[in-house]
Structures are given as structure tokens and as C-alpha cells.
């Protein structure tokens, strides 16, 4: 299973975290990666990394600005997102695997909404 949260409010030019807990047979898998999904507008890789490597990934639309990062210890994988803008408004949601496609992942968690307002 796979628990997203941290989502919210925020002003353009600020700061949020989110987090996904993985547990049971997600731990299996190479690696987590997380996606977003604005309205009207397919889902979307925002960046991945793997669990046991130092190998990362990002969108282009969020390179330099969001950073993806895991705690082995705490099952944990974490999207620290800065200088947001109101364009990175979306439900984002993380994704068992270390992928960049929507169509690869098969066991995705419930979402968490992030609005940034102008």
C-alpha cells in the first residue's frame, strides 16, 4: 500500500512536502516515483527514484525546483517542492516503481491535492 499526504495551500514561491509510505509488497519494487494530474489534463511524471541506489529522475517542468528524496528506514519517499507556481496546481499521487510513464505503474496511492495561488 501506498499512503500520500503532506498536500495543501501554498502561495507562488513557496515550499511544500509531500510524503508516500510504502508498505507490504511495495518494499519489493526497485524504486517509487510521483505524478500529477492537473484538470482536464492527463497524468503527468514529476520524478522518481530508486530505494537502494543514488539514481533520480525529474520532469522537466520541475527540475530545480523539486527535490525527491527517501528514508530506507521509514519506508518513506518525499517530494520537497519549492518556488512553486500556480501551474504545479494538481492532485499529485506516488507510484510504486521507478518510472517516468503514467501507463508502467500498476499500484498507484490515493492522491493528495496541492493548490498554489497567484
Known amino acids: 500500500q501506498l499512503q500520500a499526504s503532506g498536500g495543501g495551500l501554498v502561495q507562488a514561491g513557496g515550499s511544500l512536502r509531500l510524503s508516500c509510505a510504502a508498505s507490504?509488497?511495495?518494499?519489493?519494487?526497485?524504486?517509487m516515483s510521483w505524478f500529477r494530474q492537473a484538470p482536464g489534463k492527463q497524468r503527468a511524471f514529476v520524478a522518481a527514484?530508486?530505494?537502494?541506489?543514488?539514481?533520480?529522475m525529474y520532469g522537466d517542468s520541475v527540475k530545480g525546483r523539486f527535490i525527491i528524496s527517501r528514508d530506507n528506514g521509514k519506508n518513506t519517499m518525499y517530494l520537497h517542492m519549492n518556488v512553486l507556481k500556480p501551474e504545479d496546481t494538481a492532485v499529485y499521487y506516488c507510484a510504486q516503481g521507478f518510472y517516468d510513464r503514467a501507463d508502467y505503474v500498476q499500484n498507484w496511492g490515493q492522491g493528495t491535492q496541492v493548490t498554489v495561488s497567484s
Open positions: 507490504g509488497g511495495t518494499l519489493t519494487n526497485d524504486g
Open positions: 527514484i530508486r530505494w537502494n541506489v543514488e539514481n533520480t
